[in-house]
């Protein structure tokens, strides 16, 4: 259960490497130990999360997940759940891809549209199914505000976050009534291994912001926010902007 101030005892992380993700659970860490629960691909860096997150106090856990594995979903899912509640679950994983080669190379396109839509899709349902059964919890999706109105320069993209987005806001409709929550959280450009070596882009962020915006979100029990804050208004404008205009917008 969250405790008084509106924090997690189990954080559980898919795509447990991700920059934001750790800075979730370091922000948390910060406060109270935790559990938290990393579920990701067996790699060194999940080592080196692991140890990172232990040595700020956290009792860490790692569980494969492979976002293609679709089969293997159910039971990563009911092992991370297998020792006790968890009380909030984020949802990180995902891959930017190169966006020129995702229009014009159909594997390239299957990998962002498995990674980035179906596999969150999937397990969306499955987290679903278990903090309905545990009435209580909070889903915190990853989305991205590439998804809020989908553009020329990395459509491909865009257009899977914009899936994600849409299926974890039903997702938060569906669950209310039994209790659990769902955080759809929109950044713009965050520095982290995901955008290493390209050019930072206006209102650009960092994941240790985005981790502040979205546990004070968590606890207010808020149904989605942007990173920074700004960009709701940004894409407010950039979604009244028409179709010829905005088809041309060099970005
Ligand atoms: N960075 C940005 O500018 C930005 C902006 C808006 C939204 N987002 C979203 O925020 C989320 C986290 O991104 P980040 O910035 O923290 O990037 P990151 O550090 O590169 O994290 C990406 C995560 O996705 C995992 N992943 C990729 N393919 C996978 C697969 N097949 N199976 C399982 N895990 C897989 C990676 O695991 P490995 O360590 O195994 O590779 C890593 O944990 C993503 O969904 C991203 O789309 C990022």
Redesign the pocket.
Same mark, same amino acid.
């Given at each position: 259960m969250m405790d008084a101030l509106g924090a997690p005892q189990t954080l559980l992380l898919l795509?447990?490497?991700? /920059?934001?993700?750790v800075a979730i659970a370091r922000r948390y860490a910060a406060n109270r130990p935790l559990k938290v629960i990393l579920a990701?691909?067996d790699?060194p860096?999940?080592t080196k999360v692991a140890a990172e997150l232990s040595d700020v106090g956290c009792v860490v856990s790692e569980v494969d997940? /492979?976002?293609?594995d679709t089969t293997g979903h159910e039971a990563t899912i009911e092992s991370c759940f297998a020792d006790g509640d968890v009380d909030v679950a984020v949802v990180?994983?995902?891959?930017?891809g190169d966006p020129e080669q995702a229009w014009t190379n159909a594997d390239a396109a299957l990998e962002l549209a498995t990674?980035?839509y179906s596999a969150p899709v999937h397990v969306g349902v499955l987290l679903a199914a278990r903090m309905k059964a545990q009435k209580h919890g909070t889903i915190v999706a990853?989305?991205?505000?590439?998804g809020e109105r989908v553009r020329r320069s990395n459509f491909v993209y865009g257009s899977t976050?914009a899936g994600m987005d849409g299926f974890y806001t039903g997702l938060g409709y569906a669950l209310r009534e039994h209790g659990v929550h769902v955080l759809v959280v929109r950044?713009?450009?965050?520095k982290?291994?995901?955008?290493e070596g390209l050019g930072a882009a206006p209102l650009s962020t960092t994941?240790d912001d985005v981790a502040e915006l979205t546990v004070k979100a968590v606890k207010a029990k808020k149904t989605a926010i942007w990173a920074p804050p700004p960009f709701r208004l940004v894409m407010l404008v950039l979604k009244a902007l028409p179709t010829p205009i905005f088809r041309l917008l060099p970005f």
């Open positions: 795509g447990g490497t991700s /920059d934001i993700a990701a691909r790699t860096r999940r997940f /492979d976002a293609h990180a994983f995902g891959v930017l990674v980035n990853l989305s991205s505000v590439a976050k950044p713009g450009f965050v982290s291994k995901m955008t994941p």
